[in-house]
């Protein structure tokens, strides 16, 4: 019976053991010469459990009291370009842990979204802080993912970090994040990757989503048309998949909003496109889950 008992604690000692060496060594003052102060953490679940898909989990580190102001930081050392916590999140290494060097310990608010829709936040974070959890057995989920307009033509791709929404999984909505607008008219498409009809366009979400006005938020929406014209279009952002069409007498249309199910086995990447510029920011898209919400990597 003792031997039993002490190769259960054993165990238990490994375990911590094991996660105590995930975290990175730090001394008591969370100072490091040349870098400045030290911040990290690692994010969780509601278990407990380390997020350890590498770069799952995409934070953005803001100004306290401050929806939109970047805080300035250096992700891993001296030689790396200070990043931006809009266009350039903070990404998740194998351990789930989060870090950066800031020349101040000012605390700081940080708000993190994973792959699979879930998020969390923490404000007025401090250098002695070294946990973030993020509950995952909700069904309401939003994605983030950043974008940026390149120094070539238009082009489309996926996120950059193979965000799938779920078979199963019910699309309600699409918002962005300006934080950079284009210094020339320039718009965004979002769209879902595959061979599935509804992702031939690039637009299946958003569409001409026009990034030319001042940062801030942006729910893309239907046009407003009263009555319903043919030009009613024109004033439309919502894609193919969350549109319903309606032919009226006159050449005229009716579009109204619907949710789309992703119904392709594996899930559906999402993917975006903007022409070149300096316009950059996030983009989220919302969705419920009806079954699991497992992916097998097939939609891309």
Known sequence: MKSKRFRGIAAVLAVVLAGL???????????RTGNGYYYFFQVQNEHDEPFTTDAFVACSIYQNTENGSVYSYTHA????NNASAQAGPLYSNVNGIIHWYSTSTTPVDVVCYTRGGD???KINMTTSEHKLRIPTSGGLKVVRFPFSGTTT??????????????EGAVVTGVAVQLVTSPSQWAHLDV???GAHAVA???AALARQLDLQRTPGFILAHNASCFPPAANCVAGDHLGAALTHVTALSGNG???SYRE???HVSGGMALTYSTPAGAQGGHVYVFFRTLHVGSISGAGY
């Not at 060496?21 to 001394?27: M, S």
């Not at 050392?77 to 790396?80: E, K």
Request: glycine share 16%; no cysteine.
């Open 260 to 262: 789309y199910m992703v």
């Open 191 to 193: 769209g879902l990757g």
């Open 253 to 255: 249309t009716l579009r």
């Open 200 to 202: 031939g366009s690039g």
């Open 21 to 31: 060496l995930a975290w990175p060594a730090v001394t008591a003052s969370q100072v």
């Open 77 to 80: 050392n001296s030689t790396m």
């Open 119 to 121: 998020s969390g936040r």
């Open 153 to 166: 033509a238009r082009y489309q791709t996926d996120s950059g970090l193979g965000i799938v929404i779920p």
